[in-house]
């Protein structure tokens, strides 16, 4: 079983509506979460960084963390064409411990 | 200010040849971190680097080495390369003291022919 189980899609959603994007995870010791983004043929770009359980938004986006369900969800509202990527959860226990863990990742198209 | 820079961007290599990947990271930020990134196995972490020492280390074998410099730059060598080694290598870097946040590179796109 992987440490991070994240539904590879791929996903395809008309422009405007609400996406959501989700990742498991079974490792207790994770600490930091984060969502990255990545374009075909591009290095992953980091969205969203979270430490403790609860809500943190950024624009459209939300990302959410329950550690006690050890589940973590990116919501990305009034989507747009140009969101179509993919979209990589990641995770580590940090104090020193750099090794990110990430999920499969899930691939988002945004229909015009 | 400048983001993480990978050279070269690509490469192609033949069975048993050995190739070295280089990795300049974010100003300031002295950990540096290699990934490869493959369509079956996704991306896994192969080892981090922070003050020249590696601190980290994934489940790699050891055709795959790597080394930061007193600059912060790091670089990573693959020996005797196998067909399986193709993949995308990433390289992220971080400023250790406080957040974690990890930013990447555009990474080397490496085949093995």
Redesign the interface.
Known sequence: QKEVEQDPGPLSVPEGAIVSLNCTYSNSAFQYFMWYRQYSRKGPELLMYTYSSGNKEDGRFTAQVDKSSKYISLFIRDSQPSDSATYLCAMNQGQGAQKLVFGQGTRLTINP | KAG?TQTPRYLIKTRGQQVTLSCSPISGHR?V?W?QQTPGQ????LF?Y?SETQ??K?NFPGRFSGRQFSNSRSEMNVSTLELGDSALY?C?S?W?GG?????????T?LTVL
């Not at chain 2, 996704?42 to 972490?45: A, D, E, K, P, S």
Request: proline residues 4%; charged residues 15%; aromatic residues 18%.
């Open positions: 993480v950990s971190s990934y996704g991306l896994q972490f981090e922070f601190r980290n994934g990433l992220a971080s250790v957040s974690n946040e990890q930013f990447f590179g555009p990474g796109r």
